[in-house]
């Protein structure tokens, strides 16, 4: 009878522990956000005079990054400067959405977001102005519109809510030109001298016109535009005047249904190599004899090129020209609400945005084009930076269409109207659908996806 | 003793309660607060959810994405189902002969494609069908079959024909080692009494396999389906996550994932949700009615 007893109590005993242990993962959680309020007013409390070296800084932080190339080395760079500092970077990419959701998802439990987080071209805009997410970094204690003078006005923009208020900053500025193969442009338009090839391909009109040249002049066979898609980002980041949305109202820039033709008409006649972007084919034609041209922004060099020819990524077999101010892409970096070290997540934001020394040697170690002005006017009048996958300097090349960007094309809402634009534009270039049924299907889309906008 | 045995029911209860408790937290609980969503306005920020009343079913009725989402998926669900029932009997009555050899093997060549998760199958058929790269294309260009090369996954047809076929070729060797154990499970004597009768094979197979499998055709079906109206890996990938070309292969469940994560609608989400699971419900309730009918087996 005891030993019945016994087992009873055991199994009794087993029961509360395996029934606790199903609620210590709750309590955890539920009592982190308590504890996350009051640094919010820490920064005010925690001001610190302006001359604290960068050896006075310790503790620790934490960023989120995209990309597993990037966010290592700014960590690096960081610590470089601040050896007592450390900086736990975590990489999440963004595949699927999953970067996008993970923070979103943070911000909306009221814990687990990190001190300092990185935000892409592509939805920096809908972070900006996520409540809860990013901190207001033009208010005291960071002020920082004291510290971006120095910065590419547009990039400083983009980081901007749509109050006003600055909330992420970056190191970058990208604008874009189109990157070909010197090989193919001499043997089938006779030249590769950067300048000619821009004027060849300056209007809409002058690029189906080389187009042509290009398959007469291979028989066929090379093709002048990897896909289409490269030249929607010329379209959508610079051609046109208006973003997609304005005042809430859903707009398509006139430039955007000469981009559909333009299109349309290098895809019937085969003027293009029909490869959609970031596929395992687009990266292949890279190094191919085929494929001229893609659309390469300052990142593309390393990002696209390099990366996808190795054997000739210094050799300058490619060529960037300059035919269209646009831009594409770019990261910023700001400082999530929920840092409890916040006066450290700054010293790290403003030393990546606005160190010069950094910004002048990142620019050199990496060939990022970096938004610095005077980084920018120091390295374009160097001779000797070369990048040796073009054979130019790259700060000379992008140096001039960073002035023509503009960075008010930029919305909130860019990823998904390219997402359906492109997927409906690949219907119609396959000719399953007319023009006008494409527009038709985008505004379905537009208005399904979006049911907020005011669509016409 | 009467002590005793009012503390064993507490006993029970406690040992229960672990079971019950998860299910309350991961099953009825996302379920009542799916519900409560559904009546609100919230892009899953901070800012809480705004409570707009029925507008959120409003807009779902008039929704035509939503029903051609569910026309879609049904369409994909039959193109699969059917075709891997047929193929499923067929290798079953086969491979449950006597007289063959080397049945091992074959079952567990079939049953292979069942072992790969289906967002890598569907990856795989992908890239075979790609446009300008894919192994399909280039296959017929190098026979001469085509003269350019087809754009497979622009058509409306075989987009779904694509998602059909794909999710047949995974899960008819399933089904084929259901009616295996179906076919095994049928008393001998039935096949001993038809083949004293003389019947042959394809008597024997109408007359005898067939209606004893029929429970178990009922009960592929009804798993099937319910699998089949939750269908998202598949064209979720083969489409590139919209539903490509034209909404043509948007299932339900993809639509309601893209509402809520790619465009943060999550008051919408949900009541597509809601709408989502009262068709499993009416579709469960007729399958189980249909299941649960006399069968030769009572």
């Not at chain 2, 959810?49 to 369409?75: A, C, H, I």
């Not at chain 2, 055709?217 to 990938?237: E, H």
Request: proline residues 5%; neutral net charge.
């Amino acid at each position: 009878m005891k030993k019945m007893h016994l087992r009873k109590a055991l199994a009794l005993m087993m029961c509360v522990v395996f029934i606790a242990s199903l609620f210590a993962g709750c309590s955890n959680q539920g009592s982190e956000p308590a504890a996350n309020n009051p640094p919010q007013e820490s920064p005010e409390s925690g001001v610190v005079p302006a001359e604290k070296k960068p050896e006075d800084f310790t503790g620790e932080l934490t960023f989120w990054h995209f990309n597993k190339d990037e966010g290592p080395k700014l960590a690096e760079a960081f610590m470089g400067k601040y050896p007592n500092v450390k900086v736990n970077v975590q990489i999440t990419s963004d595949t699927d959405l999953a970067y996008q959701n993970k923070v979103t998802s943070a911000i909306r439990a009221g814990s687990g977001m990190p001190d300092v987080l990185a935000a892409e071209n592509a939805f920096v805009k809908r972070f900006v102005n996520l409540p809860g997410g990013f901190e207001n970094l033009s208010a005291a204690p960071f002020n920082a519109e004291e510290y971006v003078d120095a910065n590419i006005p547009y990039t400083v923009d983009i980081g901007r809510d749509n109050a006003g208020n600055m909330r992420a900053l970056s190191w970058q500025a990208c604008p874009g030109g189109v990157g070909y193969k010197r090989d193919l442009a001499k043997k089938y338009l006779g030249t590769d001298d950067p300048d000619e090839i821009s004027a060849m391909l300056s209007t809409p009109e002058k690029i189906v016109e080389t187009a042509r040249k290009v398959k007469e002049a291979s028989k066929g066979k090379a093709k002048l535009f990897v896909g289409t898609e490269d030249l929607y980002k010329i379209y959508v980041g610079g051609a046109r005047t208006q973003p997609w949305v304005k005042d809430n109202k859903f707009i398509i820039d006139p430039k955007m249904l000469e981009y559909i033709d333009i299109a349309k008409t290098m895809r019937d006649e085969g003027l293009e190599g029909g490869i959609r972007q970031w596929t395992p084919a687009w990266s292949a034609a890279v190094a191919d004899d085929i494929h001229m041209c893609y659309a390469i922004p300052t990142w593309g060099i390393q990002w696209i090129v390099a990366v996808n020819d190795e054997k000739n990524a210094q050799a300058g077999r490619w060529a960037v020209a300059t035919p269209m101010p646009y831009y594409e892409g770019g990261t910023w970096a700001g400082i999530s609400q929920q840092s409890k070290n916040k006066e450290l997540a700054w010293e790290f934001v403003k030393f990546l945005a606005t160190d010069k020394e950094h910004l002048k040697a990142w620019a050199i170690k990496t060939g990022d084009f970096v938004n610095h002005i005077a980084v920018i006017e120091e390295l374009k009048n160097d001779s000797s930076f070369v990048n040796k996958t073009v054979n130019q300097n790259t700060y000379e090349v992008y140096g001039p269409m960073v002035e023509k960007v503009n960075g008010n094309l930029i919305t909130q809402y860019d990823d998904q109207m390219r997402k359906s634009f492109q997927d409906i534009m690949q219907t119609y270039l396959a000719g399953k659908i007319t023009k006008e049924q494409f527009i038709q299907q985008f505004k379905e889309k537009v208005k399904s996806d979006l049911p907020d906008l005011i669509v016409e | 003793m009467r002590s005793k045995s009012i503390q064993k029911d507490t006993y029970g209860y406690l040992f229960i309660a672990p079971f019950f408790i998860i299910l309350t937290i991961f099953v009825v609980y996302p379920i009542i607060y799916s519900f409560g969503i559904s009546f609100t306005k919230w892009d899953g920020s901070i800012v809480p959810p705004q409570f707009v009343g029925v507008e959120n079913y409003k807009r779902l009725f008039n929704d035509s994405f939503f029903f051609k989402s569910v026309g879609n998926t049904w369409m994909m669900w039959l193109g699969c189902i059917i075709p891997q029932l047929i193929m499923g009997l067929a290798l079953a009555v086969a491979l449950t002969d006597r007289k063959l050899k080397g049945k091992a093997f074959f079952r567990w060549i079939y049953y292979l494609p069942n072992l790969v998760t289906m967002a890598s199958v569907g990856t795989l058929v992908f890239f075979l069908l790609d446009w300008q790269s894919g192994s399909i294309n280039r296959i017929l260009l190098s026979f001469g079959l085509v003269d350019e090369p087809i754009n497979f996954l622009q058509d409306i047809f075989s987009s779904r024909f694509a998602v059909s076929f794909t999710l047949w070729w995974m899960w008819f060797g399933y089904s084929m080692i259901i009616f295996m154990a179906g076919i095994r499970a049928i008393p001998e004597e039935y096949f001993e009494a038809a083949r004293v009768d003389g019947a042959n094979k394809w008597q024997t197979f109408w007359c005898i396999t067939l209606p004893c499998l029929r429970p178990i055709i009922l009960y592929q079906v009804v798993t099937s389906l319910i699998g089949g109206l939750t269908m998202f890996d598949v064209p979720y990938v083969l489409s590139g996550g919209n539903g490509a070309p034209q909404i043509s292969t948007l299932t339900m469940v993809m639509y309601l994932y893209n509402t809520t994560f790619a465009n943060y609608n999550f008051g919408y989400g949900a009541t597509i949700g809601v709408g989502l699971f009262v068709l499993v419900i009416m579709v469960v309730a007729v399958a189980y009615r249909l299941i649960n009918r006399k069968s030769l087996y009572e």
